[in-house]
């Protein structure tokens, strides 16, 4: 009865681009928005792998609950909203495995219910692969400020990979973060690291967050120290929830970016990964830039 649901719900939906169109390079497409603005002194960053609300608690739970990749379960929505009681005490939101609206949301655009239940005024998904009412697995963000700019990226490698860059404050001197979601394989992995290094290049103040992955030793001999990004200090492990003992979702931030209070938030066992946060200083140079041509600051 099962899979003859999901063969109804994708025949139905079937008109539907799939996402499935190989990308073997990157690919940017960019969203510009009007508005910009900037908080007074530091921002609050999390970054999260929120498994579209399925709540997997325990190894088993992958066989056990794979069901739960079709149909909604009863929580899903509830998981949604204590993810919302969650990310309302930051800033700055990097999620990953967010799911746009399909049979297993109650189709529910998790990312928008989201933004609503925790106030934040500018929100962006970014749709990585769309299997239509099967699933649409996004990469999401949730900031209290808006960009000046936003690109989606779609990374090298088999499809379903992206990474969002959004840049805050002015062009002259931007604070650029990205969000992303890479590959389980390393060669591919480090092919996805080379392309974001290469995005992140031109700027000095910048800070690349999400679900990598791979343990810290697998960045210190990537791509990415040829940018001189430091990961964020600390015991920060992860995965899996019930019992963490990887570190695989990481914040890095260029040696310009002042980074504190980094830490993982233990409690929060509404994922098969626990979410990772910090704080950092919005620097001096951005926020006079953004002064310079006059864009609206908020306290």
């Known amino acids: 009865m099962l899979m003859e649901r999901a063969r109804n719900a994708y025949q139905n939906w079937k008109t539907r681009p799939s996402g499935f169109l190989l990308a073997r390079e990157g690919h940017r497409r960019t969203r510009r928005v009007r508005e910009v603005s900037l908080p007074s002194d530091t921002l609050k960053i999390l970054s ?13 739970d992958y066989v056990t609950g794979s069901w739960k ?38 189709n529910l655009n998790q990312l928008v219910h989201l933004a609503s239940l925790a106030d934040f005024p500018f929100w962006h998904q970014q749709l990585n692969r769309n299997l239509g009412r099967l699933g649409q697995f996004s990469n999401g963000l949730l900031s209290r400020m808006s960009p000046y700019a936003v690109e989606d990226h779609i990374l090298p490698g088999l499809p379903g990979r992206g990474a ?11 604070l650029v973060v990205a969000v992303c979601h890479l590959a389980l394989g390393e060669k591919m992995r480090n092919t996805q690291l080379a392309y974001l290094a290469d995005l ?18 697998h960045l210190t001999a990537s791509p990415l120290t040829d940018l001189g990004l430091v990961l964020v200090e600390g015991d920060l492990q992860t995965y899996p929830s019930w019992a963490p003992d990887r570190h695989i979702d990481h914040i890095l931030a260029t040696p310009e970016l002042q980074v504190r209070h980094s830490r993982v938030l233990e409690d929060c066992l509404l994922s098969d990964h626990l979410p990772l946060a910090t704080e950092i200083r919005i620097p001096d140079a951005v926020r006079a830039a953004s002064l310079e041509h006059r864009l609206p600051l908020i306290d």
């Open 200 to 217: 992140l290049r031109p700027y000095r103040y910048s800070l690349i967050m999400g679900d990598f992955n791979c343990r810290p030793e």
């Open 69 to 106: 990749h079709l149909v909604a379960h009863p929580r899903s929505v509830e998981i949604i909203e204590q993810i919302a009681d969650v990310v309302r005490h930051f800033d700055v939101v990097g999620l990953q495995e967010v799911d746009g609206g399909s049979l297993r949301s109650r």
């Open 164 to 174: 969002i860059v959004i840049k805050f404050g002015h062009p002259v001197e931007p």
């Open 48 to 60: 999260f792998n929120i498994q579209a609300g399925i709540g997997t608690s325990r190894f088993r």
